[in-house]
């Protein structure tokens, strides 16, 4: 098995192809939602509640659908 990794993934060059796929099909996708202050400031405030609660610290995103 080949230890060689990919600079931009970080993950064994078998597995960057499906990665680099998965990224693109992604990036299509990336249409984020236009949200207030006071609708940005919840999902702050969720986050680190969230963090609070489990450890764990958590990024949350809103895409519009």
Request: glycine residues 2%; proline residues 2%; contains cysteine.
């Amino acid at each position: 098995m080949s230890n060689i990794h990919s600079t931009v993934t970080e993950l064994p060059l078998s597995c960057k192809s499906a990665a680099e796929n998965i990224a693109r099909e992604l990036e299509k996708e990336d249409t984020y939602a236009q949200l207030t202050d006071s609708c940005h400031r919840k999902i702050t405030d969720l986050e680190q509640a969230i963090e609070k609660e489990t450890g764990e610290k958590v990024a949350l995103v809103a895409y519009r659908v």
